[in-house]
């Protein structure tokens, strides 16, 4: 099959998935998505192949990847990957084989991803449905791409299912002033509470150890409005860094770049933030001045690197490293100016990462583990062993440690993610998140009464572009919306 005129998507894979990459290209069709594959009319490795390649890719509507041992190591399949980035193609990861550690490239570990290794004909329906979601936003999507977010949308809330039951009942007993009050009342439940059931999802895990967890709030709502500044990873025509004020006002695109912007973080200050760009091949750290749009690059490893946080005084950037293709995860101390990298911290086999500060800078918390099965530690930025926080945590790693003593973080299965909130010292683990939206990637305001995070508005269908940004009280009320758009809005950090 060749490209044509109607929307395709470019297939990119290892030699050795063939017979598995034939078969989901013949159920992507039967399920009426048009892909490209490569073997079909060409000879590998002639002249015509790699510039049809090149020809396929620019013209494709994206880039299904099919992940596997062979995937990650072939030099090809890494290409191809580049030349999409290049070309501001989005890609569509799908898990075939292998596991985490052999078959993921940190390059594609922060995508949203389709596992097929369990559950075949769900993961391609799930993925059918992803492709042909995608074909119908993207004419829209770009069109509207420089708007400012919307604020909370109130229109999809089901006001049959919500409110008109309750003003009915509230009629016989109020007066009309206060029926209004309820009214209102009723209408900030609707938005919390009319989200889609996930239990029909295929492939989800339950949260593990629920018998553990509780739903005692850490601390009452107060009336104080947020204030700061949330900075997040916006899929406006690739990854790009946006901020936002946290009452949706004064949102703004920070970066243009012809690469993968994300992984942002804010300076004590505001003034400045720190983020990751992948060119295609690795990714290094640069520093983002917030009011100008000025960027600087701050390392040089030709590396693979992520999750960079600036220490409270200003001074220093944790991060994450990975050496080589074959390694494990380490964390890194660098200077603020990029000066003086070193490993701060590694352990033989697991992964170690998504470090963040705690508020007087004398603790780092962190991530260690295989893959998405992390539990959370803390260690001296003296040195020393690192302690384990609570051995009933299984978390992807992003997690946020706020000035009262407070740590986020999020666990559970493929699009059921719940937010969760517990004291620094482990203890008082609980759910605040809404059940539903798929929350995750919690990030603590600095005064530490609110929660930013991200949450998807479209569960039940698994839109992957559903994906916007809320904020909620740290008791898990007053949950509000703050973007709006048909592209995906993700990885907050709250900042001043």
Not at 12 to 32: C, F, N, P, T
Not at 129 to 146: F, H
Not at 207 to 236: A, D, H, Y
């Amino acid at each position: 099959m060749s490209s044509s005129a109607t929307p395709f998507f470019f297939i990119s894979y290892s030699r050795e998935d063939k017979a598995m990459q034939e078969r989901i290209v013949r159920e992507l069709r039967e399920r009426g998505v048009n892909v490209w594959v490569d073997i079909e009319n060409l000879i590998p490795g002639t002249p015509a192949w790699e510039r049809e390649i090149e020809r396929s890719i620019r013209n494709s509507s994206g880039i299904v990847v099919l992940l596997s041992p062979g995937s990650a190591s072939s030099e090809w399949v890494r290409r191809e990957i580049s030349f999409a980035e290049e070309n501001n193609k989005r890609i569509f990861p799908v898990h075939i084989r292998g596991d985490e550690n052999d078959s993921i490239p940190l390059r594609l570990s922060s995508h949203q991803r389709v596992d097929l290794r369990k559950n075949f004909e769900n993961g391609l329906d799930y993925l059918a449905d992803t492709l042909k979601n995608y074909l119908g936003i993207t004419s829209v999507g770009r069109a509207i791409q420089n708007q400012k977010p919307a604020s909370f949308d109130i229109s999809k809330i089901d006001i049959k299912k919500y409110i008109i039951p309750g003003l009915i009942a509230l009629v016989a007993i109020t007066c009309i002033s206060g029926l209004f009050f309820v009214a209102s009342r009723l209408i900030n439940l609707g938005n919390i509470t009319n989200k889609p059931s996930t239990e029909t999802q295929a492939n989800i895990n339950t949260t593990p150890n629920e018998e553990t967890v509780t739903e005692t709030p850490t601390q009452p709502s107060t009336t104080n409005e947020p204030t700061g500044k949330i900075i997040f990873t916006c899929e406006i025509k690739g990854s790009e860094i946006c901020i936002i004020n946290p009452d949706g006002s004064g949102w703004r695109q920070l970066t243009n770049s012809e690469y993968a912007s994300f992984n942002a973080n804010l300076s004590p200050n505001g003034q400045e933030a720190v983020y990751v760009i992948s060119n295609g091949k690795y990714t290094e750290i640069h520093e983002l001045d917030v009011n100008t749009g000025d960027s600087i690059q701050l390392t040089n490893f030709g590396k693979n690197i992520g999750s960079p946080e600036i220490s409270p005084d200003n001074n220093y950037i944790i991060f994450h490293y990975k050496p080589d293709d074959s390694s494990t995860l380490e964390l890194w101390l660098m200077n603020k100016d990029g000066s003086d990298p070193h490993k701060f911290y590694s352990k033989s086999g697991k992964d170690v990462h998504d470090g963040t500060w705690s508020s007087n800078g004398e603790q780092i918390l962190f991530a260690m583990g295989k893959g998405e099965n992390n539990q959370l530690y803390t260690i001296d930025i003296n040195g020393g062993e690192p302690q384990l926080l609570n051995d009933k945590i299984d978390t992807r790693g992003r997690s946020d440690w706020s000035a009262n003593g407070l740590i986020s973080l999020d666990q559970g299965g493929p699009f059921a993610h719940e937010v969760y909130l517990m004291n620094e010292d482990g203890t008082n683990l609980h759910q605040i998140s809404p059940k539903g939206m798929n929350s995750q990637g919690a990030s603590i305001s600095p005064d530490g009464n609110w929660i930013a995070f991200t949450a998807y508005t479209n569960v039940a269908e698994k839109d992957l572009s559903s994906c916007e940004i809320f904020i909620m009280r740290v008791d898990g009320t007053d949950v509000r919306q703050l973007t709006s758009n048909t592209y995906c809005d993700y990885q907050p950090r709250w900042g001043n």
